[in-house]
């Protein structure tokens, strides 16, 4: 069983920065797929930004350029940066882990907020 933790949300003025973690515990990160996303209340969820097991990574456009994903699989780790961060950035954000071996597993974490606010 592989448990994930969000840590680093927060209220931040627009123009702003704030960098996510994600990190993981159970199994070896390195096997994983994460993709970070985002929720509004009342709205559908939102896929930000992804990362496969290469760090090859894949943004939906309107954080591009402003966000950036990385991992460190020595630490079990996933970091989303976030700058120049907007109000329509406000959201809670939650960590996906797929696990791309056999047998294949989806894991969440349990979302951390994030408010763009003057």
């Known amino acids: 069983q592989v448990q994930l933790v969000e840590s680093g949300g927060g209220v931040v003025p627009p123009g702003g920065s704030l960098r996510l973690s994600c990190v993981a515990s159970?199994?070896?990160?390195?096997?994983?797929?994460t993709t970070w996303y985002r929720q509004v209340p009342g709205k559908q969820r939102e896929l930000v930004a992804s990362?496969?097991?290469?760090?090859?990574?894949t943004y939906v456009e309107s954080v591009k350029g402003r966000f950036t994903l990385s991992r460190d699989n020595a630490k079990n780790m996933v970091y989303l940066q976030m700058d120049s961060l907007k109000p329509e950035d406000t959201a809670v954000y939650s960590c996906?882990?797929?696990?791309?071996?056999?047998?294949?597993?989806?894991?969440w974490g349990q979302g951390t907020q994030v408010t763009v606010s003057a």
């Open positions: 996906n882990a797929k696990r791309v071996i056999p047998p294949l597993r989806e894991y």
């Open positions: 159970g199994e070896s990160f390195s096997i994983y797929s």
């Open positions: 990362i496969d097991v290469r760090g090859r990574t």
